[in-house]
């Protein structure tokens, strides 16, 4: 066959994908609404950091720049909870030495275009904005921004990497029974910067994600390279006591984070005029099925499955999608009737179990993860993960540092749920797990009943 | 304050809707796709006969149509199932008297529209197709279909009543915090006609909903007027032994309804060319939120909620919409910012409720009526109903045969399964329920756990 692609989006996904196509040898077309943000500066992505884990740094090293981005990647080992009195109590994402990372998404994205362009079979086309399919030949059509001279280009596989509010899914929508929904979630968020220290450096732990856990709302940190911090608000927009609505003047402002946040103040000193500035934006859940057309239409990343950013897969999540299908490419020899149908069939649930996963890990950050029974569950999970390695995984394992699809890990979490129910109602669990026997009791019988 | 609103779509709900705001003195300007069905003759819609219940009527005898179409409407008073073996066994609907009717959507369509043209301050504008919508003036564009000729126009209201595919939903789809949903039954269906009797007359029963249940799939018949039926097929699309996939032969269509459908044989002469000629339809549950654009933009119908057919609800749901806000002018002196935004507020949980009910009533009609302990359920339901009038009024009936808001008839349905649950457990049910003081004693029980 003809190994000839377009894709439509130059953003994470989109790059990375039309590397590893171009390493199999097609000839790419980059098509990305923006300009180059090597010359004009990265500008839009919702967020300016994110963190990178396991299933992205497959993709990541597949593409051949895992090794350079880890130079500026800085590990997150776990969580570091901040009361209202300023306590901190600190918790591992996993093992000793197992991390996430905070990657800047601007750096990120300049590094896989310049990666794209060493090859010589894969052209960008910046500026360019996607207006839609005709299904019936597999031409795409797009008007420069700059003349808006329009122009169509005919390929044999096109993939829409271009994100949440894609176009080529617009145009996927048209077909009969072509599923879709767009849920959002009924609280906004807020960028807030948190500068580097006094004489440079990192003004709180950099090796940890930051979490002012209150309830019903949060507010969490990631670091940068260049010893400052990404703060993030995430506050319902209305309908609450607490929320964006009542957030007009800067007294009111200040006063909330006086009473929140009170030990973040700080480390903000910009607070009231990021508040005003920054947008207070939208979070939203969208899924669809199918996510192709025939052999020849393929969504991937956010276009498919945007998701909200509690489990911090979104980025890893789109880069899973181009490693599963890399894997595909290999297996297949480039047979793209079984490619797509099979990654139609095979990986959708795994994008929409993410997406509940994702929904979920918001009521564990922005509330249980300063209750103490949680942090009790989480204390013996480590302690099973420990002394039965090859038997337990706990979920938040299975989804950062795994490969496991989402679907099954999904499956097991509800297991695991079920298993810490039994193990909680232990009479006075808190004080005795350690020396009890009943924890390793009910966990082999736990595992027995699942074997059988 | 101005009374002036512009109605999308002519269809069933667009032309109820329009006469309400002319009876109460607005002037209505109304859009529709189609050319006029008095001159043109009906086109498209999806199924050519409706049943029409008690929330439909209500709203029709607002406008003043009631009487005239009970002339013709064909009252059906409960379901008659047919076996494989050609038994047939009936099941009211409710109690005594009580029906659903058979309406012609042609005719009921027509029938409105002349309602809705005696007005003097009211204009309906045929073969314009909405381009969309300008929100920040309510500015509206149409294209005339006949000479492509562009026009807009601004309006205080807009009323979005352009059904599932609404071109109204999209342009407030670009809406930040949208929510929307589309999803397809992985069935379709295949209108089938039953002609008269020979010497004229109904060839089956016509006062009754006919149904073949057949397990994951059905045929079900409506009565229309001039005697002939109207047949439909429900059936996987593919991924069974019985899909669509596999009847693409005259000979594959012909075993399969005489394996499965052997009594209809003889009552659809055309099966053939009907199966051929007919197209294979989707169906797809719509949902959104908000169903509105601040006080200026309102959906309703299909393009709010559009549901599977399988409860009769979908036209009657849409007609609830305009009683519902026709009450509401009353109320609230047509102040349409205390409208819009109790309506959305209350009435999208409604819509939802009949779109989960119509999901389920699907399982009901191609499985559970043929389900003796279903069956049986009914019986008891219906000994509970007239025993206890004021305690006891089945799921079916609220949502048929009431004006309980549809989220509280769900919500009822769910303590009603409840109580069967219970019931249907006592030793030997099937034989001694009518002797056995058991079924008492456990509705008493249950009614007072409900009171208290």
Same mark, same amino acid.
């Given at each position: 066959m ?14 990375l ?6 390493q199999?040898?097609?000839?790419v077309?980059v098509?990305?609404l ?17 963190a ?6 497959r ?8 090794p350079?981005?880890?130079?500026t ?13 300023g306590e ?16 800047s998404r ?10 794209a362009d ?8 910046f ?6 399919l ?18 169509s280009?005919?390929? *044999? @596989? /096109?993939f829409?990497?271009d994100?949440? %509010?894609? +176009?080529v899914?617009? !145009? ?6 072509f $599923? ?20 440079g450096?990192?003004?709180i732990?950099?090796?940890a ?11 969490i ?9 990404t703060?993030?608000?995430?506050l ?8 964006f ?5 800067d007294?009111?402002a200040?006063?909330?984070f ?7 103040? *700080? @480390? /903000? ?5 990021? %508040?005003? +500035?920054?947008?207070? !934006?939208a979070?939203?859940?969208i899924r669809? $099925? ?10 991937i990343?956010d ?21 599963i ?9 480039d047979?793209?009737t079984?490619?797509?149908?099979e ?5 959708i ?21 300063a ?7 989480k204390e013996?999970a ?8 090859g038997?337990?995984l ?7 540092f795994?490969?496991?699809p989402?679907?099954e ?10 298993l ?7 009479p ?20 027995n009943e699942?074997?059988?």
């Amino acid at each position: 066959m003809e190994k000839r692609a377009l894709v439509v989006g130059a953003g994470l996904v989109g790059s990375l994908w039309a590397v590893l196509l171009a390493q199999r040898g097609y000839e790419v077309e980059v098509y990305e609404l923006r300009q180059d943000p090597r010359s004009a500066g990265f500008t839009g992505g919702r967020s300016i950091n994110l963190a990178l884990s396991t299933r992205g740094w497959r993709a990541l090293d597949k593409a051949g720049i895992g090794p350079g981005i880890r130079e500026t990647a800085i590990p997150m080992y776990g969580r570091m909870m901040h009361s209202v009195e300023g306590e901190l109590t600190f918790q591992p994402y996993g093992r000793e030495g197992q991390a996430i990372f905070s990657v800047s998404r601007g750096g990120l994205n300049i590094a896989l275009i310049e990666a794209a362009d060493r090859y010589e079979n894969l052209r960008f086309h910046f500026g360019q904005k996607c207006l839609g399919l005709d299904l019936a030949d597999n031409t795409i059509h797009f008007e420069q921004l700059e003349d808006g001279r329009r122009s169509s280009v005919q390929s *044999p @596989l /096109i993939f829409g990497a271009d994100g949440a %509010f894609s +176009a080529v899914r617009r !145009s996927l929508m048209k077909l009969p029974r072509f $599923n879709f929904s767009q849920e959002y979630l009924e609280y906004g968020y807020k960028e807030l910067h948190i500068p580097p220290a006094p004489g440079g450096g990192h003004a709180i732990d950099k090796n940890a994600l930051h979490i002012w856990p209150r309830g019903h709302f949060m507010m969490i940190a990631l670091p940068n390279v260049d010893g400052s911090f990404t703060g993030t608000l995430f506050l319902p927009f209305e309908g609450r006591k607490d929320a964006f609505e009542h957030l007009h003047s800067d007294e009111q402002a200040m006063a909330f984070f006086r009473q929140h946040f009170p030990d973040s103040l *700080p @480390l /903000i000193p910009e607070l009231l005029q990021d %508040f005003r +500035a920054n947008p207070t !934006s939208a979070l939203a859940t969208i899924r669809c $099925n199918p996510w192709c057309y025939q052999d020849k239409v393929l969504l991937i990343g956010d276009s498919a499955h945007a998701i909200v950013p509690f489990y911090g897969q979104g980025m890893n999540a789109g880069f899973e999608d181009c490693s599963i299908l890399d894997d595909m490419m290999e297996a297949y020899q480039d047979d793209w009737t079984a490619i797509t149908g099979e990654f139609n069939r095979e990986r959708i649930k795994d994008g929409n179990a993410i997406a509940t996963l994702a929904l979920r890990n918001f009521v564990e950050m922005r509330d249980l993860v300063a209750d103490p029974l949680f942090l009790l569950r989480k204390e013996i999970a480590a302690h099973l993960q420990e002394k039965y390695p090859g038997d337990f995984l706990p979920l938040y394992s299975q989804v950062t540092f795994s490969h496991i699809p989402y679907s099954e890990a999904l499956r097991e979490g509800a297991a695991q749920d079920e298993l810490f129910n039994r193990i909680l109602a232990i009479p006075d669990i808190r004080h005795n797990w350690k020396k009890s026997p009943e924890v390793d009791r009910i966990f082999m019988q736990w595992l027995n009943e699942r074997r059988s």
